[in-house]
């Protein structure tokens, strides 16, 4: 309606988007599996891997396990994984008495970041450049 009526561009975000990307309120069982999902990347990164995407395996529910892996991305880029349709009700919404306990474990306990002045603390890096391992790859990569 806005571009139709105005002609302006314009962008919208469900809010379910913000309590996705919010890490203070992040789940003790979802921050572990990412920080060491980002570990997995960045060793695959110093291996010279690129065009790969770590990944979080479920292995059990009770007692909830994962293992962490590397796909490549050309297996999994612009694949779309639907809900399966048994969690859906007839009128399109989510039946949660129908939803199985799937994501139970991936929101239990909590891990609240330190706060300064209500702020959440986060880690503030460097930014420093590993221009050795840089140059190093550099090199490996033109001379293949």
């Known amino acids: 309606m806005i571009k139709n009526a105005l002609g302006h561009k314009f962008h919208w975000a469900v809010a379910d988007y913000l309590q996705r990307a919010a890490r203070h309120i992040a789940s003790k069982t979802d921050v572990q599996p990412g920080l060491r999902a980002r570990q997995a990347r960045g060793r695959a990164g110093a291996e010279g891997r690129n065009a790969v995407m770590p990944t979080i395996e479920r292995i059990s529910d009770v007692p909830y396990r994962y293992r962490i ?13 639907f809900m ?21 474990p991936l ?24 221009r050795d391992r840089l140059l190093a790859a550099v090199r490996a990569a033109v001379s293949r």
């Open 84 to 104: 399966p349709r048994d969690f859906i009700s007839d009128d399109g919404f989510c039946d949660h008495r129908e939803v199985p306990a799937l994501p139970a």
């Open 69 to 81: 892996g590397v796909a490549d991305l050309a297996d999994v880029a612009n694949v779309e994984k």
């Open 107 to 130: 929101i239990a306990g909590e891990d609240y970041p330190a706060y300064r002045d209500g702020l959440p603390v986060y880690a503030t890096l460097k930014n420093v450049a590993g």
